[in-house]
């Protein structure tokens, strides 16, 4: 038996590894490894007021800080009967965009294209393409602008609370976002054009299915009451757990998904093959030059993916911008209109869904219950991990070959460990 | 490779990744970060790591399984210096909320059901220093930049760090925001650390207590004051639970005479 392993899995945020174990030609196991602790978290806000309920839940990921604790204030909201104003609904989508744009370029640029490029980090990388990687920093860090200004701080900042926000932003430091965000557009859009440059391998495509939130009225979003299917399902988020199909896996301290017995695709990839089509402006004439039907069977397009995103996501900035600052008065907290009642949120997290689920009495949690994108794409991963590693086998790769190419595919995922709570071992008898 | 840099590894244990996030946001002084020391190991920002001997080790999360135990172990001894980053490192974080050994298991069959985990033994969430001796501390949820580069100067000239002896109602205070005690909202402000600035406070909302407990707190002022308005010793526990753990629970539970 011989054990092909990478651990850490390295450049993901938090701790994991792959294992895979063959015996003489033939695929054993092949596995995505969590290590990541188990910290609890659903138990942990339990009794806790819906205010501590999104100052611990957002600490699952600090990466998708905002993502949790926007799922976490749509769920508490439904459940406490409370309908935020125009103002504060506007502000919670320009840091939503603010997280896309900073995880996706965090992820695309400094994470997964050195191992396109050939380095062992972006660090690394600055000899060559020192300009492109100090841009993606720039980008990155006005990415970081946006969350701190909207949300009190880069990571965990409290601002956006139950019921709205406690402090609304200047209207000019709002103005030099939008600003900012149509300077920005020409590297993003060279960006994509770089990464829709890479060549993606075919030997290990295959068909999946694809989910994402629908954001509705025909448009690109990150956020909806209800989830689309790649086969044409639409269904509502309070659905979830049918969706989803969490189950125990042993190598994992994350839960693996299914849906109808088969494993799907969330992130930026399954919303372009969602909804895609629907993209206008800089951000619609990448996916119309780069959309190929390979999209829907390789989960490397997931980059490129993302690298639109980034153009979309600059593109919305300005307009919500605008409809912020015409709002004059900044809004008073909504107060919860009763103390009992059950909600989903839903929002998608940079690398796919996120579902919060609460049921309150006396106005605390009683119950809650997080499903979470990282845990959903596990199953998925496996499988392409799997395809690639038998198609390597039969070529008589090397182990250091297979290493890579099953690393290079995880962290196609952009997997958040640290949110699935939840990376390569090679055995071989 | 310059040989006088010292050597760094940046080691992520359980947590939200948010303190080393912290520092790769700092975008140009990470470069510089890069730059003026030689960085061994930091698998979220680079694939050629190596367990080689080190100079500074800085550790983030906190310990929730036997293997990340020894693995702490081993960096311990490979280190000069071991420094805790974050609240979870530092004191467990939301993770370490003190809620009982009884409770832990518990809540473990809650979340997982009887199934047991093949490659890791969980264990309830701990500080670091409750396995390694640690040199200095450096909470914050997460950390703060400006906080942890001077602090990070300092060791690279070999001077003592210096650290706020004052709580986050001193920073409060000279943003010149109105005190929110007085509106008879819960803030934990009187006993918590300062080093974030206050920024709560300065939107508007209470002090959650993420920077751990300040040198010396006066716990039993904390709280008779909570008493006062009128807070029931459940709300006063579930907040000083949030992120300290036993660092909050302790001096909590003594003044209840739980202890």
């Known amino acids: 038996m011989k054990e092909i392993t990478v651990e850490p899995l390295s450049r993901v945020e938090g701790e994991g590894g792959i294992t895979i174990r063959l015996d003489g030609k033939k695929i054993k196991d092949v596995h995505f490894d969590i290590f990541e602790g188990t910290r609890l978290i659903e138990t942990l806000v339990e009794g806790k007021t819906p205010q501590e309920d999104v100052s611990i839940t957002c600490r699952i990921c600090a990466i998708c800080t905002l993502s949790h604790r926007y799922a976490a204030l749509r769920g508490l909201e439904k459940a406490l009967g409370i309908e935020v104003p125009p103002k504060a609904q506007q502000l919670r989508s320009l840091m939503h965009l603010g997280e896309c744009l900073e995880s996706n370029s965090l992820h695309v640029y400094v994470l997964a294209l050195p191992d396109f490029l050939g380095y062992p980090s972006a660090i690394a990388m600055t000899e060559k393409y020192g300009d492109e990687v100090l841009k993606a920093l720039s980008l990155k860090k006005f990415a970081n602008h946006i969350m701190e200004v909207t949300s009190g701080r880069m990571i965990h900042g409290e601002n956006p609370t139950v019921g709205g926000f406690g402090k609304y932003p200047e209207n000019e430091v709002l103005l030099d976002i939008k600003k900012k965000a149509k300077e920005m557009l020409e590297f993003a859009e060279f960006g994509a054009n770089l990464v829709g440059g890479l060549d993606i391998p075919d030997f290990f495509d295959a068909e999946t299915t694809f989910m994402c939130?629908?954001?509705?009225?025909?448009?690109?979003?990150?956020?909806?009451?209800?989830?689309?299917?790649?086969?044409?399902?639409?269904?509502?988020?309070?659905?979830?757990?049918?969706?989803?199909?969490?189950?125990?896996?042993?190598?994992?301290?994350?839960?693996?998904?299914?849906?109808?017995?088969?494993?799907?695709?969330?992130?930026?990839?399954?919303?372009?093959?969602?909804?895609?089509?629907?993209?206008?402006?800089?951000?619609?004439?990448?996916?119309?030059?780069?959309?190929?039907?390979?999209?829907?069977?390789?989960?490397?397009?997931?980059?490129?993916?993302?690298?639109?995103?980034?153009?979309?996501?600059?593109?919305?900035?300005?307009?919500?911008?605008?409809?912020?600052?015409?709002?004059?008065?900044?809004?008073?907290?909504?107060?919860?209109?009763?103390?009992?009642?059950?909600?989903?949120?839903?929002?998608?997290?940079?690398?796919?869904?996120?579902?919060?689920?609460?049921?309150?009495?006396?106005?605390?949690?009683?119950?809650?219950?997080?499903?979470?994108?990282?845990?959903?794409?596990?199953?998925?991963?496996?499988?392409?991990?799997?395809?690639?590693?038998?198609?390597?086998?039969?070529?008589?790769?090397?182990?250091?070959?297979?290493?890579?190419?099953?690393?290079?595919?995880?962290?196609?995922?952009?997997?958040?460990?640290?949110?699935s709570t939840h990376m390569v071992n090679l055995e071989r008898e | 490779?310059?040989?006088?840099?010292?050597?760094?590894?940046?080691?992520?244990?359980?947590?939200?990744?948010?303190?080393?996030?912290?520092?790769?946001?700092?975008?140009?002084?990470?470069?510089?970060?890069?730059?003026?020391?030689?960085?061994?190991s930091f698998s979220l920002a680079k694939s050629d790591n190596d367990d080689s001997e080190l100079d500074i080790?800085?550790?983030?999360?906190?310990?929730?399984?036997?293997?990340?135990?020894?693995?702490?172990?081993?960096?311990?001894?490979?280190?000069?210096?071991?420094?805790?980053?974050?609240?979870?490192?530092?004191?467990?974080?939301?993770?370490?909320?003190?809620?009982?050994?009884?409770?832990?298991?518990?809540?473990?069959?809650?979340?997982?059901?009887?199934?047991?985990?093949?490659?890791?033994?969980?264990?309830?969430?701990?500080?670091?220093?409750?396995?390694?001796?640690?040199?200095?501390?450096?909470?914050?949820?997460?950390?703060?930049?400006?906080?942890?580069?001077?602090?990070?100067?300092?060791?690279?000239?070999?001077?003592?760090?210096?650290?706020?002896?004052?709580?986050?109602?001193?920073?409060?205070?000279?943003?010149?925001?109105?005190?929110?005690?007085l509106k008879d909202i819960l803030c934990l402000g009187p006993i918590t650390a300062a080093g974030c600035g206050a920024r709560c406070p300065s939107h508007n909302l209470p002090c959650m207590g993420c920077w751990g407990p300040m040198k010396e707190a006066n716990f039993t002022s904390e709280f008779d004051l909570l008493k006062e308005k009128n807070f029931s010793i459940q709300e006063i526990k579930n907040r000083f639970r949030i992120f300290s753990g036993s660092a909050t629970m302790k001096p909590l539970k003594k003044i209840l005479g739980e202890l």
């Open chain 1, 213 to 419: 939130c629908e954001p509705g009225d025909n448009t690109f979003g990150l956020v909806g009451d209800e989830i689309r299917i790649s086969n044409g399902e639409v269904v509502p988020c309070e659905d979830y757990q049918k969706l989803t199909n969490e189950k125990f896996s042993a190598h994992s301290a994350a839960k693996h998904c299914t849906y109808k017995g088969k494993p799907f695709t969330v992130g930026a990839l399954a919303r372009m093959n969602n909804l895609g089509d629907r993209l206008k402006g800089t951000s619609g004439k990448l996916f119309k030059k780069y959309w190929n039907e390979r999209w829907l069977k390789n989960p490397l397009y997931n980059n490129l993916a993302q690298a639109i995103e980034i153009v979309w996501a600059l593109e919305q900035i300005p307009k919500i911008v605008d409809s912020i600052v015409k709002i004059k008065k900044d809004p008073e907290l909504v107060q919860p209109t009763q103390d009992k009642g059950e909600g989903v949120g839903a929002v998608e997290a940079p690398r796919g869904t996120l579902y919060h689920h609460y049921k309150m009495k006396d106005g605390l949690v009683q119950k809650a219950n997080f499903v979470i994108p990282t845990g959903q794409n596990l199953e998925d991963c496996e499988k392409y991990l799997r395809k690639a590693v038998e198609a390597m086998i039969k070529q008589d790769a090397k182990d250091e070959d297979m290493r890579f190419q099953c690393e290079v595919i995880c962290r196609a995922y952009d997997p958040c460990i640290s949110c």
């Open chain 2, 1 to 40: 490779m310059d040989n006088k840099k010292l050597k760094v590894g940046l080691y992520g244990f359980t947590g939200c990744n948010g303190c080393q996030l912290t520092i790769i946001h700092t975008e140009d002084r990470l470069l510089e970060f890069f730059e003026a020391t030689d960085i061994k």
């Open chain 2, 57 to 181: 080790a800085l550790v983030e999360g906190s310990i929730c399984n036997q293997e990340q135990g020894s693995h702490l172990k081993d960096i311990r001894k490979r280190t000069k210096t071991l420094v805790a980053i974050g609240t979870c490192a530092c004191y467990g974080g939301v993770q370490s909320m003190e809620l009982g050994a009884k409770g832990w298991d518990k809540r473990l069959k809650k979340v997982y059901g009887d199934n047991n985990f093949s490659n890791r033994t969980p264990i309830e969430s701990k500080p670091i220093d409750v396995f390694v001796d640690v040199d200095h501390y450096l909470p914050g949820c997460p950390i703060n930049a400006d906080q942890f580069f001077y602090f990070f100067a300092n060791l690279l000239q070999e001077n003592e760090p210096i650290f706020p002896d004052y709580p986050v109602c001193y920073e409060c205070r000279l943003k010149e925001n109105d005190c929110l005690l």
